[in-house]
């Protein structure tokens, strides 16, 4: 079965929170369970519509693999609506209405290089195409290279970056580029960061982009900001694939 086998129309699935982890000052990490066991179909780098309660639902990027047994969710406090209610009111045990799957930013199955962009919370979709590719790449018997770029404010909101160092030891294919805005390089924690933004990053290690599979995910400026150059270095328009999270 392809990933192109598991499309599944969009629906109504009422959802429990089993597990929450405060990943950095302002971003929570939720998982939910289905209720009654259910398994929801999605392909790696779609969303979710999430609401409970009264409060109106907003998209999330679900973080997990496809054939993992519950959702995660990284949810970025904007201090309004959904995102608020999930640090505010969520708990273990709460009721959430998960409504999916959507988005057409999903894993393509392909033997080209995979480059990936994520700017803070727009990880998360692209952890789940990361780790669809490198699935893939086990099974098909190919070594097409995947690369991770991950461009955070600063230093903390780098909460996944022991799990893409592990993740890179393990798989010889896979490199991965963390970029702080501003680095702060008289720290040990700051010492041998990249610094500034992605767009340049990427411009600066590639000559060309012509024959990779492009997935871009973040805030709309850092997407915005980024297109035009990957376009300037060759990428080829069909084969960007991109999620920008609101304004
Ligand atoms: C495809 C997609 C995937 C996404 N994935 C993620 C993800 O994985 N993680 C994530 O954290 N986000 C993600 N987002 C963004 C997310 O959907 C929401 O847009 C975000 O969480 C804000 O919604 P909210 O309900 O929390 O806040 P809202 O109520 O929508 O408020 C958002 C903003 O509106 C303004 N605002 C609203 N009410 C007031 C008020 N009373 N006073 C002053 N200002 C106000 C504020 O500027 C606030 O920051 C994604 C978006 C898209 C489109």
Not at 157 to 167: K, V
């Amino acid at each position: 079965m392809t990933a192109a086998d598991t499309a599944a129309p969009p629906q109504k699935y009422p959802a429990r929170v089993f597990f929450i982890e405060d990943i950095a000052a302002d971003t929570r990490l939720l998982r939910l369970e289905l209720d009654n066991g259910r398994k929801l179909p999605f392909r790696a780098g779609q969303y979710a519509l999430l609401t409970a309660a009264d409060v109106e639902p907003r998209a999330f990027s679900i973080a997990s693999a496809p054939a993992a047994p519950y959702l995660e969710f990284h949810v970025k406090n904007s201090g309004h609506g959904f995102s608020a209610f999930a640090f505010n009111n969520l708990a273990i045990g709460s009721p959430v209405t998960v409504d999916a799957p959507w988005g057409d930013h999903f894993w393509r199955p392909s033997a080209r290089p995979l480059l990936a962009l994520a700017g803070g919370v727009g990880i998360a979709p692209l952890k789940a195409i990361v780790e669809a590719q490198l699935e893939h790449a086990r099974d098909a018997k190919t070594a097409a290279p995947v690369h991770l770029y991950w461009a955070v404010r600063d230093e903390t909101h780098l909460y996944l970056d022991h799990f893409f160092l592990s993740l890179a030891e393990a798989h010889p294919a896979f490199a991965y580029t963390p970029i702080i805005a501003h680095a702060d390089t008289t720290h040990a924690e700051g010492a041998g960061r990249r610094s500034g933004y992605i767009g340049p990053a990427v411009m600066a290690d590639f000559a060309s982009l012509a024959g990779h599979n492009i997935y871009l995910a973040g805030p709309a400026p850092m997407v915005n900001a980024t297109l035009p150059l990957l376009l300037e270095r060759g990428a080829e328009k069909d084969f960007i694939f991109s999620d920008a999270f609101g304004g």
